[in-house]
């Protein structure tokens, strides 16, 4: 039933992308004023690096907020009362996995500079949330999976989350714009 669910969830994003349109433009830590950054809330390791990250960016002046996808019910303590975090939990979730609700329809009408995506695994939960976000310059891990990425990271399987976070200030620190 699982995978069902996930091949309609998946024609119904292809369908969305049709006509989806946004407006693209490389940004640098120099240049972007605001930033999304999305993460999996359920390694354990991520959170922390996100804060740290989120930390680095506010320094540069750029506003940051996160968003996260736990595959669980209820947000985890650690993420309760976080300023600038929403979780969205499966609660948020439609049955063909395309998230919905308040925290979604926010995350689709921000207009970022930057879209910074923390997540190795492309569940299909995020994959709506990364390809519908109206962020001018999308980074991401490496991936083969059709994606929306103007940037890539490419990963070994043991770099940890520390890792790419130095990557992505390191190469959105060298773009310039034009």
Same mark, same amino acid.
């Given at each position: 039933? =699982?995978?069902?669910? #996930?091949?309609?969830?998946? @024609?119904?994003?292809?369908?969305?992308?049709?006509?989806?349109?946004?407006?693209? +433009?490389?940004?640098?830590?120099?240049? =972007?004023?605001?930033?999304?950054?999305?993460?999996?809330?359920?390694? =354990? &390791?991520?959170?922390?690096? !996100?804060?740290?990250?989120?930390?680095? *960016?506010?320094?540069?002046?750029?506003?940051?907020?996160?968003?996260?996808?736990?595959?669980?019910?209820?947000?985890?303590?650690?993420?309760?009362?976080?300023?600038?975090?929403?979780?969205?939990?499966?609660?948020?979730?439609?049955? /063909?996995?395309?998230?919905?609700?308040?925290?979604?329809?926010?995350? /689709?009408?921000?207009?970022?500079?930057?879209?910074?995506?923390?997540? +190795?695994?492309?569940? *299909?939960?995020?994959?709506?949330?990364?390809?519908?976000?109206?962020?001018?310059?999308? !980074? @991401?891990?490496?991936?083969?999976?059709?994606?929306? $990425?103007?940037?890539?990271?490419?990963?070994?399987? #043991?770099?940890? =989350?520390? $890792?790419?976070? &130095?990557?992505?200030?390191?190469?959105? @620190?060298? *773009?310039?714009?034009?």
């Amino acid at each position: 039933m =699982a995978g069902l669910r #996930e091949r309609i969830g998946s @024609g119904v994003l292809k369908q969305k992308l049709k006509t989806f349109t946004r407006e693209t +433009r490389v940004c640098n830590l120099k240049s =972007a004023e605001t930033a999304l950054i999305l993460f999996d809330a359920m390694d =354990a &390791e991520s959170f922390p690096v !996100v804060k740290s990250f989120m930390r680095t *960016l506010e320094k540069d002046g750029i506003s940051c907020q996160a968003y996260s996808y736990v595959n669980q019910k209820e947000i985890p303590q650690e993420l309760l009362l976080q300023d600038h975090f929403q979780v969205l939990t499966r609660s948020d979730i439609n049955w /063909y996995h395309k998230p919905q609700g308040e925290i979604a329809e926010q995350f /689709y009408r921000l207009q970022a500079d930057l879209l910074v995506d923390f997540n +190795r695994h492309r569940p *299909l939960v995020l994959q709506y949330l990364t390809r519908l976000s109206r962020a001018r310059f999308k !980074v @991401g891990c490496y991936t083969e999976m059709k994606n929306d $990425f103007d940037l890539m990271i490419s990963l070994k399987e #043991e770099d940890n =989350a520390a $890792f790419l976070s &130095e990557q992505f200030l390191h190469y959105l @620190g060298m *773009l310039n714009p034009a």
